[in-house]
């Protein structure tokens, strides 16, 4: 008994309980991102790569919260609760909100059409998942002009505005768009490595 | 600052009540939408060309609302840290250059475009508990279903603190190859996030927190004329710098 | 049955069984009313089935464990269980369980407190009424106004049982609720569960420990392989002998019996005790010896500096009131705290911080955190250096076997059970050559038989000539397998606390 009231429950719908599964493993990819955003406050170059290096590493919590709960809306909302994070901390934010709602319902439409437990959708999911913090050194870009103004206003000698210019020109846009996807697919790929080894073994996913 | 401010147990309630109620620290108590509204402005003004009077104009401004929010010490603290900054990006850096000109100018001049937006957050982020936040957010139309895990993400940073602690000292009594090491952290640390996961959701379930009732806003909320006085500033400071602002 | 006679039924099983996914039943025939106002207690060895009885009741069993197939009916305040909507249920039945960190949901207690009602939508003026008479009914004046992240797992604990109640449920449902606490905090939860009885709730309590509920309690029921065997009244459970306690597989009943110290006279402070008759395999200067030990938080030593030995072959039992710094001082032997002071000397030689940690093997409290390996081998491997070759190989042969581990090798230590990942840290520390042995709290939760086997366990690994100090709460292990007591105290508290 019970058990056709329990098929019906289990709907697509999120739960509470799933909710709360999504906020644990969103800590634990906030804590990785957060350290990344960390990092790229060092170097130029750190910041441009730092979505790369974020989507290396953050591909375990990712993973099993899409594992722990296959429905759609988990990416979405691991994706705005580090968002509406950095916009209260004050964090300058349109772009990464913009640019990780983008990402969230493009890897939430990739993970419904492989209905949601397939490995390589939620790799791909992930990867374009990863564009979301793109929108961190977005602003190099996007505010281009305003930066460059700022920087010579403030008395910066012409070699620094040259070494400016390559980093912050279209092609390093391109490459880290490129290295950010590279680096997801890498990611989920250490992520299953962990649940092979690991989580599957231990009966946890 | 989020692991520190945000984790806080919030100002306690005074008079009596023992749910909301707004900070009473300062002679302005604002609602954190208020404030909210404030970053959106905030955000608005980084990237908008303005002069450096201007811009000096809106940081004391913002500095003002601090210290009016009764956060007198965070006011001077973030005053006294943008003359820092401004004189590391317009003397120090120019002037004698190295290699930190070069690792941290974009850093800290973007540092200094979002300094509004910084200031703001730290004041929303001390006024209000992540419980009032995520009530403000509520009234906002922010879903449940992104506020729920919301909390629970804060609610885990402190418990994520101490079992890291924990892993790396059990680490340190065992000897373990460097090559592992960043394994041997991580397994435990996913295992012990998994099963708080399932512990927490049975006792949040049995608790009822899947009931399909609006939530109760026990944070009292409401929009006072203060806020609404503070809003219009900020539209106003947007609109002139958009106007008058000078260019940078 | 002093109260709940006449009363309406709250909680209704009938015919209820269990049965797994894989076919195992966990449950048979489970008849079990329980009237409002009355207090029953299911007791019995773990595995028998308490906590699955206490998920049919809660709702957990179906709506969390989909894989176990439920028959027979269950009632709970008229409501069908696998039938309803877990939050309609909630609004008759609170549930309090075994872990006190994964149970809160806010940030602080006062919202912790409101929490129920709250997803509820009752208006803000009622939830604080309803709060302040919980808060005033239970004396948990303590609990308000906290940061929950800065409070004991005691008040944690004492925490979720006063936001439970301030949803007014009918009945609440207990599994394991003190598995965690120290005896302070074990008080504590008894006089609140004392204070929602008189209110005329129903109480369902899973627990071992006899001590802590048995006065509550209007009836026990005993349960073994999943069936109801037997059943108690309060006297009926007083009047068990020791023995007939101890073949149904129960700890003690009596909180004088269950707190009494039978260990003979501390050997902290009387230092220079190490020439004391410790068995053949002390020699003198082997074995652990501290001196004006403590451990400075923020400048201030946690407990008053402790002269200690402990030879070679024997236990050393720590005890002490919640706060004490039991945890703390385990951790400065093995190294884990800056600021340790005085002196930690090992079989002679004086170990600095490092050493400590090269020396000591620590059992945690929760063991999972010191497990890294993707299997019980490589586990061992690790711990013997990489190496599970020849002459090692059969060394963790051996010790897997002695330590009842055998045929678990290619098991995942996450997947194991609370006891084997305990035995397997304890095999870990062996394979690296410590025989220095600290164990925190290592019977934590743990029913009669598994106790006494961890005691055998402990008084074994003495006898080869480990050198043991354990910290616990848990007198009839104590008394079990310590060869002497040290009563840690507050720094600034003089002399010992008081206990028994």
């Given at each position: 008994m019970g058990n056709s009231e329990q098929k019906t429950t289990e709907s697509r719908a999120l739960k509470g309980r799933d909710l709360i599964t999504i906020g644990i493993f969103t800590a634990l990819y906030f804590v990785v991102n957060f350290v990344c955003m960390l990092l790229s406050g060092l170097h130029p170059y750190l910041w441009v790569f730092m979505p790369a290096l974020d989507a290396l590493l953050a591909g375990i919590p990712f993973m099993l919260a899409c594992a722990k709960v296959p429905k759609s809306g988990t990416v979405l909302i691991m994706g705005m609760v580090p968002s509406l994070v950095y916009f209260i901390t004050g964090m300058f934010t349109p772009l990464i909100l913009g640019m990780m709602v983008g990402a969230c319902v493009v890897a939430e439409v990739i993970r419904a059409a492989t209905k949601y437990r397939s490995f390589a959708g939620n790799t791909f999911a992930y990867a374009v998942f990863g564009f979301g913090m793109c929108g961190s050194p977005l602003p190099l870009w996007a505010f281009h002009d305003s930066f460059v103004a700022q920087i010579a206003a403030q008395g910066m000698g012409t070699d620094y505005l040259a070494a400016l210019e390559t980093a912050a020109n279209p092609a390093m846009l391109v490459a880290m768009f490129v290295t950010t996807f590279v680096a997801g697919l890498v990611g989920a790929y250490i992520a299953r490595g962990m649940f092979k080894k690991h989580f599957t073994k231990a009966g946890l996913a | 600052m989020i692991g520190e401010g945000m984790t806080a147990a919030g100002p306690v309630p005074q008079g009596g009540t023992i749910l909301g109620g707004r900070p009473r620290r300062g002679a302005l108590a604002l609602d954190p939408r208020t404030l909210m509204g404030v970053l959106l402005a905030a955000s608005a003004l980084a990237f908008m060309g303005k002069g450096v009077t201007a811009e000096l104009c809106l940081v004391v401004a913002v500095g003002l609302l601090q210290t009016l929010c009764g956060h007198v010490r965070m006011a001077l603290g973030f005053v006294a840290a943008y003359a820092a900054l401004m004189g590391v990006l317009y003397v120090v850096f120019p002037h004698v250059g190295g290699a930190a000109a070069t690792m941290f100018t974009i850093s800290f001049t973007f540092a200094r475009k979002i300094y509004l937006c910084l200031m703001t957050g730290a004041l929303l982020v001390s006024d209000s508990s992540v419980h009032r936040i995520s009530a403000a957010l509520a009234k906002l139309k922010v879903p449940q279903s992104v506020l729920i895990p919301l909390t629970v993400t804060f609610r885990y940073f402190p418990t994520l603190k101490e079992e890291a602690a924990h892993i790396r000292d059990a680490m340190s009594l065992r000897s373990i190859p460097a090559g592992s090491r960043a394994e041997c952290f991580v397994v435990p640390l996913v295992m012990s996030a998994t099963s708080t996961a399932d512990e927490l959701s049975r006792a949040a379930t049995c608790r009822g927190i899947e009931n399909p009732a609006p939530s109760t806003d026990t944070e009292r909320l409401s929009m006072r004329a203060a806020d609404w006085a503070v809003l219009a500033i900020s539209a106003l400071a947007v609109a002139a710098v958009a106007l008058f602002g000078g260019s940078a | 049955m002093r109260r709940g006679k006449e009363r309406e039924t709250v909680v209704s099983l009938s015919g209820v069984g269990c049965t797994t996914a894989s076919g195992k039943r966990i449950l048979d025939g489970i008849d079990l009313d329980v009237r409002r106002g009355e207090c029953v207690l299911i007791i019995g060895r773990s595995g028998s089935g308490k906590t699955t009885v206490t998920k049919c009741i809660n709702g957990l069993i179906p709506s969390f464990e989909s894989g176990i197939e439920l028959e027979g009916q269950v009632r709970v305040c008229g409501l069908d269980p696998s039938a309803c909507e877990m939050y309609e249920l909630a609004e008759h039945v609170g549930s309090v369980f075994q872990n006190p960190k994964s149970q809160f949901f806010c940030l602080t207690s006062n919202d912790e407190l409101a929490f129920g009602l709250e997803t509820r939508g009752v208006p803000v003026d009622e939830i604080e009424r309803r709060i302040e008479e919980t808060v005033e009914a239970l004396g948990a004046q303590r609990l308000v106004g906290r940061d929950v992240s800065t409070m004991s797992g005691g008040e944690k604990q004492s925490l979720v049982f006063a936001s439970v109640d301030v949803a007014q449920p009918d009945v609440l449902v207990l599994d394991e609720p003190t598995a965690n606490l120290d005896a302070s905090s074990v008080r504590a939860l008894h006089d609140e569960i004392a204070a929602v009885l008189a209110a005329g709730k129903s109480v369902v309590i899973a627990e071992h420990r006899l001590y802590f509920a048995a006065d509550l309690a209007d009836r026990a029921v005993l349960i073994e392989g999943g069936r109801i065997v037997r059943e108690f009244s309060p006297e009926e459970l007083f009047a068990l002998s020791d023995k007939e306690r101890e073949i149904l597989g129960l700890r003690a009943v009596d909180p004088a019996e269950a707190l009494k110290v039978e260990v003979g006279a501390a050997a902290g402070r009387a230092a220079g005790r190490s020439g004391h008759a410790a068995g053949d395999r002390a020699k003198a200067g082997s074995g652990l010896v501290l001196s004006s030990f403590t451990v400075a938080r923020k400048g201030m030593p946690v407990f008053a500096p402790v002269d200690a030995a402990v030879p070679r072959g024997r236990v050393l039992g720590v005890l002490g009131e919640n706060g004490a710094g039991k945890s703390t001082f385990l951790r400065g032997i093995a190294g884990l705290e800056r600021g340790s002071l005085g002196e930690v000397s090992f079989d002679g030689t004086p170990l600095a911080r490092k050493q400590c940690r090269r020396t000591a093997a620590l059992v945690m409290q929760d063991v999972n955190h010191q497990l890294f390996s993707d299997s019980v081998w490589n586990e061992c491997a690790l711990a013997i250096g990489g190496r599970d070759d020849g002459e090692a190989a059969s060394r963790v042969r051996e010790l897997l076997g002695t330590l009842d581990l055998?045929?678990?090798?290619?098991?995942?230590?996450?997947?194991?059970s609370g006891g084997q990942k305990q035995r397997l840290s304890i095999a870990c520390a062996l394979l690296s050559d410590r025989r220095l042995l600290l164990l925190d709290e290592p019977t934590s939760g743990l029913d009669f038989d598994r106790m006494v086997e961890v005691a055998r366990l402990v008084r074994r690994l003495a006898d080869d000539g480990a050198c043991i100090v354990l910290v616990t709460h848990d007198l009839e292990f104590l008394n079990r397998c310590c060869d002497d007591v040290l009563e840690l105290a507050c720094a600034q508290g003089g002399n010992g606390g008081a206990h028994g």
């Open positions: - | - | 055998s045929g678990l090798e290619d098991v995942h230590p996450m997947a194991l």
